[in-house]
């Protein structure tokens, strides 16, 4: 028999090679494809959803909502613990989907890349118009058409800085976190370059525009704020960011009533 550091879990001799080539490879998931291939390997003779129901039952698979996916709770766990990871029906899906159109967004995206000190209470993920996200998925979802490809962070796909400032101006309501904007706001702006927030800002509406040249300047990055300019009309609409209701401060050069960024 093998058993974990705290001899809370048992092996039986039959799976242990199994065990052993999970710890080995220390996947966040598990799925019936990686199970067969190990089985395969190490030369199990137990079907996949056999050897999957005995691991569950001795605690080192945990069930997840996706089908045929699974945690795996490695020895250093010291027992039959989830690892906490808010993402890990992502990581299941996408084990299934790796092409699944979304990406981790707006202040979900500014924590991962590490541009804020607040982790939201629930993730942000974003996806594409017409696709159906499962009911599996614990996080608070946006539909956003990005144009950056994304980033991969820690085994998932994430918003660029670019496309994270220019859809915190196009969807403010959509943006957690404005009360602490002045922490990762200019941080963020801070890593964009000129050309990657144009990519991702031309051909968007007058109001979007506005808003990101607001948040630009605001944030110190006036050569950005020049370039947004550039592209507006010469006449500009009203644009608010935040409530309508709420017209105390005024940005004359952009038409934009602010009722979200912390006041100095």
């Given at each position: 028999m093998?058993?974990?550091l705290?001899?809370?879990r ?18 966040p ?11 395969a ?8 959803k056999?050897l ?18 699974w945690e795996?709770?490695p ?16 990581r ?13 967004a ?15 209470t629930?993730?942000?993920l974003a996806?594409r118009?017409?696709?159906?996200p499962p ?44 009360a ?10 801070r ?55 709420w017209?105390d ?16």
């Open positions: 093998i058993t974990d705290t001899k809370t048992s092996l039986p001799e039959s799976v242990a090679g199994v065990v052993q080539e999970l710890e080995l490879r220390q996947p998931v598990v799925t019936r494809a990686l199970l067969e291939k190990i089985a390997t190490t030369g199990t003779q137990l079907p996949a056999d999957a129901d005995r691991l569950v039952r001795l605690g080192w698979l945990l069930p997840l909502r996706k089908r045929d996916a795996f709770a020895a250093a766990r010291a027992g039959r613990y989830a690892s906490g990871d808010p993402w890990i029906e992502v299941a899906l996408l084990e299934h989907e790796p092409d699944a159109p979304l990406a981790v707006f202040d979900s995206a500014v924590w991962e890349l590490g541009h804020s000190t607040h982790q939201p629930q993730p942000v996806h118009r017409g696709w159906r009911e599996v998925l614990d996080v608070r979802l946006a539909t956003f058409e990005w144009q950056l490809p994304t980033r991969v962070v820690r085994g998932l796909p994430v918003w660029q800085e670019g496309t994270v400032v220019v859809a915190a101006a196009e969807r403010p309501a959509a943006q957690g976190n404005w602490n904007a002045d922490n990762w706001l200019p941080e963020t702006f890593e964009v370059t000129p050309d990657d927030v144009l990519a991702e800002a031309v051909g968007r509406k007058v109001s979007t525009l506005a808003r990101l040249g607001y948040l630009a300047e605001w944030s110190g990055r006036y050569d950005i704020a020049d370039e947004i300019e550039a592209l507006l009309p010469g006449r500009l609409p009203v644009t608010f960011l935040g409530r309508r209701d017209r401060r005024w940005n004359n050069r952009w038409h934009v009533y602010d009722a979200l960024l912390p006041q100095p």
